[in-house]
């Protein structure tokens, strides 16, 4: 207990080095976040449920086309309100929430490192974890998962350290559990409790049954989400509840919206997404003599957490990217438990774990420089035989500026490598890991301004140029053939030329629009691919077709 509470008040310096790293936290996170249009479905999702939180002023209920949202519970979203009211409706405004959160992170991942490893592991995880592909690119996106991550992390973290002796920790891990139900649904918490169950069973010799612990959580998620629950409860019934759970239920059992892949989809998004760290990774997850009965609990916590989140996700016939995003905490964790050994003289340095990254950095890079380069020679790219999909074939056709500083952006990486390998020759072992994961990081940091604009004129430019184009005129839109939030975000829709205003039910609209008695000028926008059905309609007129997308307008 008393070993607890000394390494868990920080000195002086300490919070100067905090200080330190939040700063340059923000300085990695923060620039050019608006420099992209935020990406359909769910940044877009996101940012126009806060948007029209602000619309309606109806702050408790999230809407999308100013009809109920059932999805998900609203404490991200109340983020991207305040962070809308401050900087305005923007991309810039939707991802500065996750910049924060980013920062966040990196300080809990330091103060969780040194509590146990002391302060040196704290600043390697620190490294690892912003060095680490994925979840630096997570920290400047607009989705809810860095959230719902971090609240996950601390809970199991204070679980704990309840369960070795800090009994306060038990009301912090309830609390953390119920604002992770509070971001993203009933998962947190099931993931909280799968991770303490397990993990008890593998140390149950040495580790008491933790009902007292969970009895405390289950009660404090009660509470907690209560807040929220309670009095939408109250004001509209269970509708939320029901029909968040029925969604639950979908994404379990069906490849909702066409997100079915296989089975080791996530553990193959990890290994490759969470370059470096994940190959190291895989050297962490072995015992240490020298390691304290602390330091083995908390290892061992780390590996059940990433296997429940990986085996979970790999289970739900819905499978996103980002579902297995809460692996990368307890993944840089491991990574960092094989970095230190390392760096202490306990292990050697794999030679197979050379080969793996130059084998996944050679992979990397050559996807992410064939993109300009294959924008660089579009035409010797539309000539292949098996480049057939219209909707490609026009979006690359489009007047993108692609450059050679293009292609080297991604060089960065194997530059990095090659030299953190050179350094590590000459026995210059810390200089060779900040080498090595700084590239990461640079090359994301100049990535993601220069390059990712360009990619998203080929996935969806041409169609939010139409969707700006119609802010402030009191025109209709809509998409057909296709799931988009869009041009709801993209055209500020306000609430008159909704479905909701005119008591239509939102399943109807598109047939009102395309047939009933609209009493505005009215446009559907649709993929090329798909565009053959609404050309032979006789109210229906092309009046644009560029990028892979075919706008139209009706004519009576």
């Known amino acids: 207990m008393d070993y607890f509470r000394r390494m868990h008040r920080p000195s002086f310096p300490d919070l100067r080095l905090q200080l330190g790293i939040f700063l340059a936290a923000l300085v990695l996170f923060v620039p050019f976040l608006g420099s992209v249009h935020l990406f359909d479905w769910d940044e877009v999702n996101f940012a126009e449920n806060a948007r029209e939180m602000i619309v309606t002023g109806d702050y408790l209920h999230m809407q999308i086309d100013y009809e109920p949202f059932y999805e998900k519970p609203p404490l991200f979203i109340w983020m991207q309100v305040v962070s809308m009211k401050m900087f305005g409706v923007n991309e810039f405004a939707a991802r500065l929430p996750n910049a924060i959160i980013g920062a966040i992170t990196l300080l809990v991942v330091f103060s969780a490192g040194k509590r146990y490893h002391g302060r040196r592991f704290g600043l390697l995880w620190t490294l690892v974890y912003a060095g680490t592909l994925l979840p630096h690119f997570y920290a400047r996106s607009g989705i809810i998962d860095p959230l719902f991550n971090l609240f996950i992390f601390l809970s199991v973290l204070a679980m704990l350290r309840s369960l070795q002796g800090e009994r306060s920790a038990m009301v912090w891990s309830g609390f953390w559990s119920g604002c992770a139900v509070m971001t993203k649904g009933p998962v947190g918490a099931a993931l909280v409790v799968l991770t303490t169950v397990i993990a008890w069973v593998l140390l149950r010799k040495r580790m008491r049954l933790p009902w007292r612990e969970l009895l405390v959580l289950g009660v404090l998620t009660c509470a907690v989400t209560a807040l929220w629950y309670g009095v939408d409860y109250l004001q509209n019934g269970p509708q939320f509840i029901i029909e968040n759970v029925k969604y639950q239920i979908r994404l379990l ?304």
């Open 253 to 556: 059992t069906t490849g909702d919206a066409g997100h079915e892949q296989p089975w080791y989809y996530h553990p193959l998004v990890v290994m490759i997404g969470c370059y470096p760290a994940s190959l190291l990774m895989l050297r962490g997850l072995t015992s240490d003599p020298t390691e304290s009965s602390e330091q083995r609990e908390l290892r061992i916590w780390m590996i059940v957490l990433m296997c429940v989140v990986l085996v979970v996700f790999s289970i739900v016939k819905t499978k996103i990217v980002h579902y297995s995003s809460m692996t990368y905490l307890p993944l840089t964790f491991l990574a960092s438990v094989m970095l230190d050994r390392w760096l202490g003289g306990r292990v050697a340095w794999p030679r197979w774990i050379t080969l793996g990254l130059g084998v996944l950095c050679i992979l990397i890079t050559s996807v992410l420089a064939a993109i300009p380069l294959a924008g660089m020679n579009v035409q010797a790219l539309l000539a292949l035989p098996t480049f057939r999909d219209e909707f490609i074939r026009s979006a690359v056709q489009q007047p993108v500026p692609w450059t050679w500083v293009d292609v080297l952006i991604p060089c960065v990486l194997p530059i990095g490598l090659i030299a953190s390998m050179i350094l590590r020759r000459y026995h210059r072992t810390m200089t060779s890991i900040i080498t090595l994961f700084g590239s990461v990081a640079v090359m994301i940091w100049c990535f993601l301004p220069v390059v990712a604009p360009k990619i998203e004129r080929y996935t969806q430019g041409a169609a939010i140029d139409h969707y700006t184009s119609l802010i402030g005129k009191d025109v209709y839109v809509a998409p057909l053939t296709m799931k988009s939030y869009a041009h709801l975000f993209y055209t500020q829709r306000p609430y008159a030329l909704s479905a909701a205003a005119h008591g239509i039910p939102h399943r109807e609209w598109e047939p009102w629009l395309l047939n009933g008695p609209v009493d505005k000028p009215t446009t559907f926008v649709c993929k090329v691919n798909d565009a053959a059905r609404w050309r032979t309609e006789p109210t229906l007129r092309v009046i644009s077709e560029r990028g892979g997308f075919v706008v139209f307008e009706r004519i009576r």
